[in-house]
C-alpha cells in the first residue's frame, strides 16, 4: 500500500511540473501573431458570428455581426483592431474598430437600398488572421 502511494504521489509530481510553463511571465506576448514579438497579445482565433443568418433584403432587419478573438489557449483577447468588409449591403462600425474586454467587436450588416436577393459575405481581418461568414 505505501508503495502504491508514494507511486501515485511521484506521478501526480511529474504531472504538474508537465504542465508548468517553467517561468512566471504569464503575459500574453511574445512569439509573433499580431505584431510580432513583443508587440503584445498572440491571436490565434478569429471567429465571426451572426445574430441571423438570413435578413429580409428589403432593408426592413438589420443583422449584427461579431468578430470573437482568442488567443492559443482560448482566452479572449482585447484591444485588437478589426477589420471588417461586406461584398454587398452596408456594415457601421463603431470607432474605435478594435475589440472589448471580452475580446469582440460588432459591426451592423444592413441590405441598404439594394431588394435583389442575394447571398452577402463579410469578412473580418485582424493582423494576418481572416474569417468569413455568409
Known sequence: MRTVRSLLIGMAAIALAAC???????????????????AGPVIATLRLLTSSPQMPSDG????TITALVLDANNNVVPDVSIIFSA?????????????DA???LTTTLSTASDPT???ITVTALA???????R
Do not use: E
Not at 426592413?60 to 443583422?63: R, T
Not at 493582423?127 to 461568414?133: E, V
Open 20 to 38: 508548468s510553463s517553467g517561468g512566471t511571465d504569464n503575459s500574453l506576448g511574445g512569439g509573433g501573431g499580431v505584431g510580432g514579438p513583443g
Open 60 to 63: 426592413s432587419a438589420n443583422a
Open 87 to 99: 461584398d454587398s449591403g452596408s456594415l457601421a462600425t463603431p470607432a474605435p474598430a478594435v475589440t
Open 102 to 104: 471580452n475580446g469582440q
Open 117 to 119: 436577393n442575394r447571398t
Open 127 to 133: 493582423g494576418t488572421l481572416q474569417s468569413t461568414i
